[in-house]
């Protein structure tokens, strides 16, 4: 199953897509952390992203799409993926048609996790990441274990004002990409992203019949 989980800054996307992974037997390709993995590499791809992550802006098309292009081609991704931030505007939404199409595939389902934007100012603060594995907690959602708490980091683009220049973004290029789904015949599920992890999950769970 190829299944895109859309949804504002810190509307859960990541968290969600790694509770889904074992289930659907299938890795989360996450945008966000491939490039943020750059950067801490210092790769040429990483330096070119990192200004402009920092400054809560779109990184070009055309390097997530490299990026995604080769994430794809690994066998663990041959029977689908859950796609966490990209596509991020409708010129991606395209590119990872054709992409799916060389393969033979095409997106089966879009998650859409609406929360409001009170929630997510207050997620991205309390938002904390252990450097070690990538798993992402919150101090006071889903704390992480005290033996990893010492060492888990707050993201750089978390500061307040690129959350909110993050969010502005998110409305202008991401946001129609809801509609474009419906239009295209793709099934998309609206969930209420703003109620507890757990139950979240189940909702999910329950629209994709799993
Ligand atoms: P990216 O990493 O994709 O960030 P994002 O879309 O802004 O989403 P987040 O990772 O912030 O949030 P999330 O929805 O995954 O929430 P999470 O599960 O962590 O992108 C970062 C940057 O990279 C972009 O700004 C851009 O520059 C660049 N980029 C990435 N992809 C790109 C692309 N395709 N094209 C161009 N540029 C791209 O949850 C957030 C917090 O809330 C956590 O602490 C979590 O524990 C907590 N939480 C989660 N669910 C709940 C819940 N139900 N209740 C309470 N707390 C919860």
């Given amino acids: 199953m190829d299944l895109i989980l859309l949804g504002a800054p810190g509307a859960g996307k990541g968290t969600q897509g790694a509770l889904l992974t074992e289930t659907l037997g299938a890795p989360k390709i996450a945008t966000g952390d491939m490039l943020r993995d750059a950067v801490r590499q210092g790769t040429p791809l990483g330096l070119q992203a990192k200004a402009v992550m920092d400054a ?16 794809l081609s690994r066998p663990d991704a041959a029977a689908g993926a859950i796609f966490d931030g990209y596509p991020r505007n409708v010129a991606q939404a395209a590119s990872l048609d054709l992409l799916l199409a060389e393969l033979g595939r095409g997106i089966d389902a879009v998650v859409y996790l609406d929360v409001h934007d009170d929630a997510i100012v207050e997620r991205m603060s309390g938002r904390r990441t252990d450097p070690e594995t990538g798993t992402v907690y919150h101090v ?16 750089a683009d978390d500061a307040e004002a690129t959350v909110r220049e993050r969010l502005e973004v998110y409305r202008r290029s991401t946001a129609p990409l809801v509609e474009h789904y419906r239009q295209a015949g793709v099934p998309v599920h609206t969930l209420d992203g703003g109620r507890p992890i757990g139950e979240v999950q189940a909702d999910l769970r329950a629209a994709l019949g799993r």
Avoid: F, K, W
Avoid at 56 to 71: A, C, N, P, T, Y
Avoid at 140 to 155: D, F, K, L, M, T
């Fill in 56 to 71: 809560g802006q779109l990184v070009s098309d055309d390097i997530v799409l490299g990026l995604v292009r080769e994430r």
């Fill in 140 to 155: 006071v959602h889903n704390p992480a274990p005290a033996e990893i708490a010492g060492r888990c980091v707050q993201r």
